[in-house]
């Protein structure tokens, strides 16, 4: 009869304990966050970012932006993204993707993916494009949280492959350098990135060992927006 070692199993059990909350440390942590957002200097409204669990790997992250001051708030301009990803090698890959965006008018897209066929359908309601998937693929909601993680992990050249309404950009990203940032949220040293492989400005400030995302962003694309940190909490 096969004798127990109590102290092999005390180390096994050890093992098993650090295996599992690896595994668990590994999962994105839910968070909500919330900016202040202006336009060329001008306050325009607040956003509100959010990322929750759906369970079985799968996660919810939501971008909702609310005109609340100025011409935005007279024309009841209101933004929402919201993204459906899976946890797939420590990083998010977009399952779907739905943006919404209102003021005198309406737009719309829709993007699907179907990891099987590894094909996206985008639609913004003039018919359906398709294309093929690349791996790790994000979205344009997800891709400032994507390259949040990426900073964490201590990359300092990051490219992302976002899915767009034609195809999959490989878009690449650079750290210029640490600065000095001063956001509602507070004061931070935060790394400066910038985006280098296209003409739209964006840069981004990030204090990666604190928080997923940006303390600061400010990007030509949807029309020279800066968002600042205010608040940022974990359940």
């Keep these: ?17 650090v295996l599992t909350t690896s595994a668990f440390a590994a ?8 900016y202040q957002v202006s ?13 929750k669990s759906l ?5 919810e992250y939501s971008n ?7 011409l ?8 929402s993204d919201v993204t459906r990803f899976r946890w797939n090698n420590n990083a998010p890959e977009t399952e779907t993707y739905s943006s919404k965006v209102s003021a005198l008018k309406t737009k719309q897209r829709t993007m699907q993916v179907d990891w099987n066929t590894k094909q996206v359908s985008v639609d913004e309601g003039k018919g359906v494009t398709n294309y093929a998937a690349a791996p790790g ?3 344009r909601n997800t891709m400032s949280y994507a390259l949040g993680l990426a900073l964490r992990a201590g990359n300092q050249n990051v490219t992302l492959p976002v899915g767009v309404k034609q195809r999959v950009e490989q878009q690449q990203f650079k750290v210029q350098g640490t600065e000095a940032v001063d956001v509602p949220a507070g004061k931070f040293q935060a790394e400066r990135v910038s985006r280098t492989d296209s003409d739209k400005h964006f840069d981004a400030w990030y204090v990666p060992k604190q928080y997923p995302l940006p303390v600061k962003i400010a990007q030509s694309d949807g029309g020279n927006l800066t968002l600042q940190l205010v608040h940022y909490s974990t359940p």
Aim: aromatic content about 4%; charged content about 15%.
């Design 137 to 139: 693929m994000v979205d």
């Design 1 to 17: 009869m096969r004798t127990l070692n109590p102290a092999r199993s005390v180390l096994a059990g050890l093992a098993l304990a």
């Design 39 to 51: 336009r060329e200097g001008e306050a325009m409204g607040e956003a509100t970012i959010t990322l």
């Design 64 to 70: 909702q932006i609310h005109g609340t001051s100025g």
């Design 27 to 34: 999962q994105p942590t839910p968070f909500t966050a919330t």
């Design 72 to 79: 935005a708030a007279m024309l009841g301009a209101n933004s």
């Design 55 to 59: 369970g079985n790997g799968e996660f």
